[in-house]
C-alpha cells in the first residue's frame, strides 16, 4: 500500500474591473483597439507623469469585499512592486501590500462532497501591466500598453482547497458575484478573469504544507481542471522517487497538458515593495461603506431561493436561470410584463438553451428583447397560434429579435379553428387513406394518430391539435 497524498490549493485571482478608464488615468479601458492606443504619459510611464486614482475602482473594491463577507481596511494604500519587464512601463505596479483594502472573508461553496467556506486572505487594488505579442514571423517580441493600467482586484484565497471540483466551485462562486455586483464581466477567454494556481501536496495526516508551485497562464475551468491534475501527479512522482519539489513559477501548456518551470518563485523582498509617494492614502468612511452596502444588487444566492419561493420554479430551473446574471434579468423582466414564470422558464431553459448550445453562444450573447418573449406567451396562452408554430416563431424572436405579433402575421401562421375548412381537410384524408379508415374500426387506436398527424401536415402545423383531434375522432 503506497502513501495517501493530499493536495492542498489556494488561488490568486485577479479580475479587471468593468470601469470605463483605466484605475491612475483618463484613457479607455475597452477591450480590443489597435495596439498602443488607448495610452496617455501616466499609463506608458513617462517621467514626470503623475496618477490620479479612480473613484470607481475603490467601490468595485468595496462592493466585492462586502458580498465575500471581508472585513474593510478603512485606511489603506498603495504600495510599489518594482520588477523590470517589457511590459511594465514604469518599471514598477502600483499594487497594494502593507494594507490592502478587504482582509480575512470567505465565500460557501458547494461540491458534491458538500458545503465547505473557502477562506479569503485578502483583496487589493492594482494596476495590470501591458501585453507582450511575440512574432514568430520576425522573431521579435511586440509590446502593446492598452492593458497597461487596467483596473484590477487580486482576491487571494486561504490554501483552503484539495481538488480541482473544489477551485472550479470556487471560481464560479466568485465569478457569479462579481457579474451579479456588475464589477466585471469576468470573460475567462478575454482574460478579465485570470487564476494563478498555488499547489502543493503533503501526506495526507500531516500539519506541514508541502513546497508549493505557482501556476500561471490558466484561462479557461477546463485548462484549470487539467493543470491541477498534471502538477498533482507531477510532485507526487517526485516525491516518491525521493527527490525535492521545487518553489517555482510554472507555465501551463493546454495543447501539450504540461507544465514547464518558467522561473524560481520570488518573495515579497524581491519586489522591494515600498509606499507609492503620488498617492494619497485611501480613507474609506462609515457612511461610504454604508452606501456601497445599500446598493448591494440580490445575489446568486437569494436569487435561487426567491426563484423557489416566489416563482414556485424547481431548484434545477432556478439553478439555470440564475447562473448568469444577464438570463436572470431576462426572465425578470419578461415575467413582470407577461407574469406567467413557468412558461417563461420553460422557452429559456428548452428552446434559448438549445440555440444557445447549436450557435456555440454563452447566455451572455442573448439579444433580443423580453418584451417580444412575453408577446410570444401570450400569443399561445390565447390560443392565436399553437405550440408548434411557437417555436418556429421563438427562433426568429431569438435570432433576430423578431416581434411575434407580425411574424405571425406576416407569415399567416394563426391557428386555424374554422371547422369547416377543417372538415373538408378530414374528409379528404379519410378518403385517402381508406386502410387507416378500416384499421381504426378494428381497434387499432394507432390509425387514428396517423390520420390526425396527416391533418396537421395538410394545415402545415396551424391547426388547434385538440380541434383536430375531437374531429377526426366524430368522424371516425
Known amino acids: 500500500m503506497g502513501k495517501q497524498y493530499e493536495t492542498v490549493i489556494g488561488l490568486e485571482v485577479h479580475v479587471e474591473l468593468a470601469t470605463k478608464t483605466k484605475i491612475f488615468c483618463g484613457c479607455s479601458t475597452e477591450f480590443g483597439g489597435a495596439p498602443n492606443t488607448h495610452t496617455c504619459p501616466v499609463c506608458t510611464g513617462m517621467p514626470g507623469s503623475l496618477p490620479v486614482l479612480n473613484r ?27 520588477y523590470f519587464y517589457p511590459d511594465n512601463p514604469q518599471n514598477y505596479q502600483i499594487s497594494q501590500l502593507y494594507l490592502p483594502i478587504c482582509h480575512d472573508g470567505w465565500v460557501e461553496i458547494e461540491t458534491a462532497a458538500g458545503k465547505k467556506r473557502i477562506g479569503i486572505h485578502e483583496i487589493h487594488m492594482e494596476e495590470d501591466a501591458g501585453k507582450l505579442i511575440h512574432d514568430e514571423w520576425e522573431d521579435c517580441s511586440l509590446v502593446d500598453y492598452n492593458r497597461s493600467g487596467v483596473p484590477l482586484i487580486e ?24 457579474q451579479y455586483l456588475g464589477a466585471s464581466d469576468c470573460k475567462l ?21 508541502g513546497t508549493r508551485t505557482e501556476m500561471k497562464n490558466l484561462n479557461s475551468f477546463k485548462a484549470i481542471s487539467r493543470a491541477i491534475e498534471g502538477e498533482r501527479n507531477r510532485q507526487v512522482e517526485l516525491l516518491e522517487d525521493g527527490r525535492k519539489v521545487i518553489q517555482e513559477t510554472r507555465r ?4 501539450k497538458e504540461a507544465s514547464h518551470a518558467m522561473r524560481s518563485k520570488e518573495d515579497a523582498q524581491d519586489y522591494r515593495y515600498f509606499p507609492d509617494p503620488d498617492l494619497a492614502p485611501v480613507v474609506i468612511s462609515e457612511e461610504w461603506i454604508a452606501r456601497v452596502k445599500a446598493r448591494q444588487p440580490e445575489l446568486r444566492t437569494e436569487k435561487l431561493a426567491r426563484y423557489q419561493s416566489e416563482y414556485q420554479l424547481p431548484r434545477y430551473d432556478a439553478e439555470i436561470l440564475t447562473g448568469s446574471k444577464h438570463l436572470a434579468d431576462i426572465f425578470e423582466e419578461t415575467v413582470a410584463i407577461c407574469g406567467k414564470p413557468k412558461e417563461v422558464s420553460n422557452w429559456l431553459m428548452t428552446d434559448a438553451m438549445r440555440l444557445l448550445k447549436e450557435q456555440g453562444q454563452e447566455p451572455e450573447d442573448i439579444t433580443f428583447a423580453p418584451e417580444n418573449l412575453a408577446k410570444l406567451v401570450e400569443l399561445v396562452d390565447q390560443n392565436v397560434i399553437n405550440r408548434t408554430v411557437a417555436r418556429g416563431v421563438f427562433e426568429a424572436v431569438f435570432t433576430e429579435n423578431a416581434d411575434p405579433l407580425q411574424y405571425v402575421e406576416e407569415k399567416g401562421l394563426r391557428v386555424v379553428s374554422d371547422e369547416g375548412q377543417l372538415r373538408r381537410v378530414i374528409e379528404g384524408i379519410l378518403r385517402e387513406n381508406p386502410q387507416s379508415v378500416a384499421d381504426y374500426k378494428a381497434g ?14 395538410a394545415m402545415k402545423g396551424k391547426a388547434d391539435p385538440a380541434v383536430v383531434n375531437a374531429l377526426v375522432k366524430e368522424m371516425l
Do not use: H
Open 444 to 457: 387499432k387506436q394507432k390509425a387514428m394518430g396517423f390520420i390526425v398527424g396527416q391533418a396537421m401536415r
Open 56 to 82: 470607481q475602482v475603490v467601490e468595485y473594491a468595496l462592493a466585492v469585499g462586502l458580498a465575500t463577507n471581508c472585513g474593510i481596511n478603512q485606511y489603506c494604500k498603495f504600495d510599489r512592486k518594482n
Open 189 to 209: 477567454q478575454e482574460g478579465s478573469m485570470r487564476a494563478d494556481v498555488n499547489l502543493s501536496v503533503r501526506e495526507a495526516g500531516t500539519k506541514e504544507f
Open 155 to 178: 482576491i487571494v484565497s486561504e490554501p483552503d482547497m484539495r481538488s480541482a471540483d473544489e477551485v472550479i466551485a470556487y471560481l464560479e462562486k466568485l465569478r457569479l458575484i462579481i
Open 252 to 255: 501551463w501548456d493546454d495543447n
